[in-house]
């Protein structure tokens, strides 16, 4: 692969025009109004993968948002990676906060700015000009199968099914996917574990219509204050999530794990100046990196009721509402959390007021052994371009639909990221540092190349 550095260099400004075009399209997953963003978003990586030297490419329908998928078969007796990334973005709000135009990219400071700069458009695109790269060169000795969905930033609702009906065309060895990050531009690191996740809207009532604080205050109970309660008491003075039975199925981490994880460089003191904090917290006993790594959390994602508008204006209201979620560690069962919070969270509110839970997605945990032939390929690759040896890590996010293709499709992924924390995803002023983009654009041909050599 002598001339990859001079391939990418050669078509560096090409291949960020059209990752700037791909990220032109608002193909928000959550917001019904940009359906037809998602369209062209699933026509534009059709596109994409033919040019890129795919043999065939086609825009699937699904219950919900489309599915790309493309492929080229080299050799049907060699082995088989199948690539997974998504075309949908984060919402943008607050828009007020962004320095630029979220769908408009712009480079400052070395950077990709806008909305999927990092998650997960930058990071995908990646794939398809290594893909290009290893095609228009003649060196792809293994099949390549892409899958892009439409719908990971609410939870996959759609694709299970879809590869449910699609098994024997999405057959393959590994999935390789990039929509983690890496401790630093200077240490790799591959992602070893992902959190399941359990998500809900909440939504307390207490009297029928919204009443004056002075005649009704004291008398009638308020939903926002019951609501704060409610969500105060489900953690305890250490910060363990108060739910009974959420804990009976969370494996501990061995003495042996928790060492191997402490040998990830990090430093405190820069965490907390980074995010502008005095002290960090979290459930007792744990570091910071083992409570975002291997421990299960609870949040509250949003909450709102009453008047929120300027001035002032003394009401009760009738209804209060909160936006929760729980961070779940391996072999914790989304559905059986999703149950324990909705009998708990009824059972705790008091008589003045009714309680409706709503489960709105959730998934399972992941966890990739480092044994694999696959892996071994990954890290060699990132020690060939990043001169480092990566460090295997967990990661505290979810990409729930990853615990569903080992269970429909029985194939392990891969998670080789390029993402830095620093990239603000699903934040305003996403970004994604233009070496991390390269360097990802080179890293990713090795992996074949090292993984065509392991399996001989």
Not at 122 to 134: I, N, R, S, T
Request: with cysteine.
């Amino acid at each position: 692969m002598e001339n990859l550095k001079s391939y990418i260099q050669e078509n560096k400004d090409r291949f960020l025009n059209e990752l700037f075009e791909l990220i032109r399209i608002p193909s928000i997953s959550s917001i019904e109004a940009n359906k037809p963003d998602m369209y062209r978003a699933a026509e534009m990586w059709k596109n994409l993968l033919l040019q890129a030297g795919a043999d065939r490419a086609e825009v699937y329908e699904t219950k919900g948002n489309p599915v790309t998928y493309g492929e080229k078969i080299v050799d049907p007796k060699a082995p088989t990676v199948l690539v997974y990334a998504h075309m949908d973005v984060m919402p943008v709000d607050p828009i007020e906060l962004w320095t630029s135009n979220p769908f408009e990219p712009e480079i400052r400071e070395g950077k990709i700015w806008a909305r999927g700069a990092d998650d997960d458009k930058g990071q995908g695109f990646m794939h398809a000009k290594a893909f290009e790269y290893l095609v228009k060169t003649n060196q792809l000795k293994v099949n390549v199968k892409f899958m892009i969905e439409g719908e990971e930033e609410i939870g996959s609702p759609s694709l299970p099914q879809w590869c449910k009906d699609h098994k024997e065309m999405l057959k393959a060895d590994i999935i390789l996917v990039s929509d983690t990050g890496m401790i630093a531009p200077d240490t790799p690191s591959i992602t070893t574990g992902l959190r399941g996740l359990s998500y809900w809207q909440v939504e307390v009532t207490g009297p029928n219509r919204d009443l004056h604080s002075g005649l009704f205050g004291g008398a009638v109970a308020n939903p926002i204050n019951v609501l704060s309660k409610m969500i105060a008491g489900m953690l305890d003075d250490n910060n363990r999530i108060t739910i009974p039975g959420f804990y009976d199925d969370v494996v501990e981490v061995t003495a042996e794990e928790r060492a191997l994880m402490a040998k990830a460089p990090f430093s405190l003191e820069k965490y907390e100046k980074a995010l502008d904090l005095t002290e960090v917290t979290g459930e007792l006993g744990f570091t910071t990196t083992e409570r975002t790594g291997m421990r299960p959390t609870f949040d509250v994602c949003g909450i709102w009721g009453g008047y929120t508008g300027e001035g002032a204006k003394t009401v009760i209201p009738s209804k209060a509402y909160a936006k929760i979620s729980t961070r779940l560690v391996p072999n914790q069962k989304h559905d059986k959390i999703a149950v324990l919070f909705k009998n708990h969270f009824e059972n705790i509110a008091p008589k003045g007021v009714r309680v409706k839970v709503e489960y709105l997605h959730g998934g399972q945990g992941y966890l990739c052994p480092i044994d694999l032939p696959a892996y071994m390929a990954a890290e060699k690759a990132y020690e060939t371009v990043y001169g480092k040896r990566p460090v295997p890590v967990r990661s505290g996010g979810s990409i729930p639909i990853i615990s569903s293709f080992e269970e429909i499709l029985g194939i392990k992924s891969i998670l080789m990221g390029f993402g830095l924390e620093s990239d603000a995803i699903h934040s305003p002023n996403e970004n994604f540092p233009l070496e991390q983009f390269f360097n990802g654009i080179e890293t990713i041909p090795y992996f074949y190349k090292y993984f065509t050599e392991i399996n001989k």
